[in-house]
């Protein structure tokens, strides 16, 4: 019985030195050490061993399992490092290497146009309002001089969606909220930049949805000249310092009088497909604040004026860079975006 404990002992010792992977261990554990295990069938057949031998034995089988233990857990341990000093070695990284540069993105072309025409007014001491998209019919419509059934409403060709409740058309309504909001106090000076809508058939003039940015000053004695000053010196800062400006008269509801206004082209004056070869291009309307609208907004007109303008930041973007059509910005072609980092 004594050589078959040592046979069994340095069997299993050198099974386990020989064990390459977790699962062959497990094997080895149970064939030796299981409840059905070969050591300790040896430790349970020691009552038929003779009385005066069953304490050497014992003794030596105990040995035997303890050492089998050992060398098990032993060489679990040795694997498990094995295992993951080649993860660690797989996963390394060569930091003498060269880095990989990922790209980097950028504003799109009309949010940077956007930025800009804000920057221009934030110097000149204006402020910046925002109001909701979809907004009551009385502050974009009713508040700004356009009662049920004008003509005008027809021309903004709105998005209804209840009988009082629509997209709004322009941002204009927000200069309502604010002078509302600051009724008495003067100055005011804001800006509203912001996405508006209108039924129109994408073209490449024309889309459903697009940005405005309205500007509007009010305090006493605010002049026609004043506008005039002011947008010369817009244009001259977002177009060139040889750009000119021209006065067209023409009609908007919210302002008397009221001014279509043109800059020089790029082209010179030579003509081209921007300017449609007549060397002038339309960039906003503006004018002075029509008393009622002043009403509306809690001011009296017989106190103070104010000049009100609004651009179409796409349009701006389009006479900045050249670009022939609107529905450019809508596409996501990075080949094109990529143009105006």
Excluded at 187 to 192: E, K, L, S, W, Y
Excluded at 253 to 282: H, I, L, Q, R, Y
Aim: aromatic share 8%.
């Amino acid at each position: 019985m004594r050589e078959t404990v040592e046979r069994l002992r340095e069997e299993a010792l050198a099974a386990v030195a020989a064990a390459a992977r977790p699962e062959e261990l497990e094997a080895l554990r149970v064939r030796y050490l299981g409840r059905k295990g070969e050591l300790t069938r040896i430790l349970r057949g020691l009552g038929q061993v003779p009385p005066e031998e069953r304490p050497a034995l014992g003794a030596l089988a105990n040995r035997a399992r303890e050492e089998v233990e050992a060398a098990v857990a032993s060489r679990l341990q040795s694997l498990r490092e094995e295992e993951a000093a080649k993860r660690l070695s797989a996963e390394a990284v060569d930091v003498t290497l060269p880095g990989v540069g990922w790209p980097v993105g950028q504003r799109h072309i009309v949010h940077q146009v956007r930025r800009e025409i804000e920057e221009f007014f934030l110097h000149l001491g204006f402020s910046i309002a925002e109001g909701p998209e979809v907004e009551l019919d009385y502050f974009n419509f009713e508040a700004l001089n356009i009662p049920r059934g004008h003509p005008a409403r027809e021309a903004q060709d709105t998005f209804f969606l209840t009988d009082e409740l629509l997209l709004r058309t322009h941002t204009s309504p927000v200069q309502i909220r604010v002078m509302r909001s600051l009724s008495p106090r003067l100055p005011v000076r804001v800006i509203c930049p912001g996405r508006v809508y209108r039924r129109d058939t994408p073209d490449p003039s024309h889309l459903p949805s697009f940005h405005q940015i309205e500007a509007l000053a009010v305090d006493r004695g605010v002049t026609f000249g004043d506008l005039r000053g002011t947008l010369e010196l817009f244009a001259r800062t977002i177009f060139g310092p040889a750009t000119r400006v021209r006065f067209r008269p023409s009609y908007f509801p919210f302002t008397e009088p009221s001014a279509e206004v043109d800059v020089s082209c790029m082209c010179g004056g030579k003509g081209c497909g921007v300017c449609g070869g007549a060397g002038w291009v339309e960039i906003l309307g503006a004018g002075m604040v029509h008393p009622r609208v002043l009403e509306h907004g809690g001011y009296d007109p017989e106190e103070v004026s104010g000049y009100a303008l609004g651009l179409g930041v796409e349009r701006t973007a389009m006479l900045r860079h050249g670009i022939d059509d609107m529905r450019l910005f809508l596409q996501n072609d990075v080949r094109f975006l990529r143009q105006f980092a």
